[in-house]
């Protein structure tokens, strides 16, 4: 079904990577039964799609088992030119390079604020900022934030709550709620595109909306009871879903900052 004849071992007997990459996914379709092979590789590879798809049929694999990411190249940014980093000679850069730069949040968070096919210029300086400039920082604070209400309001957080009765009425309050019952429908949506910067969207979204919440609203009020318990409680439900996100983009929840 391709354009020409692929070769799959070469004069010498020596095999070409067509051939080790077909033998990979028989070995993971075929003989370790796995149901679906998600690959990422680089647009470079866009071509190699159809081979291997062609390759899967061939040898009896349903082609639709296999699944291919293409991912864009990404610059490195520094202001406004490309980044040198003084570790590496030539033009490319580890990964290791940058998580040593950055550190592991940061690289994971950045490089799931795009859609796999779409150009990125990572943003190293803004990547260190220790202000609600960098992204990641904004949505760990946000996390950060409720664990220090949630530790102040500590000898509230054991009243008996009705939820049934609850009653929510500022616009802030309303809007965080909202946000986090989207979560569940955000998580099956991701599943099935395989699309992750959903999920950033989403916490970038709900970390302004607690913060919003958190400046017009007063969590503990000792001249409502009710309401700062209904309040408290809307504090513990964003604590969950946005620790849940952050370990879904294997970045960390911290307590403090």
Known sequence: GDEKDEVLVRANGIPTYLAADIAYHYNKLVVRGFDKAINIWGADHYGHIARMKNAMKLLGVDPDRLHVITVQLVRLMRGNEIARMSKRKGDSVSLGDLIEEIGVDATRYFFNMRLANSHFDF??????KKNNDNPVYYVQYAHARICSVLEKAK????????YNSAIFTDETEIALLKQLSLFPKNIEIISNTLEPSRLTHYASDLASLFHSFYGKCKVIDEDNLERTKYRISLCKATKIVLSKVLWLLGVSSPDKM
């Open 123 to 128: 943003d190293l300086d803004l990547a260190v």
């Open 155 to 162: 000898d509230y957080i054991n009243l008996d709550i009705d």
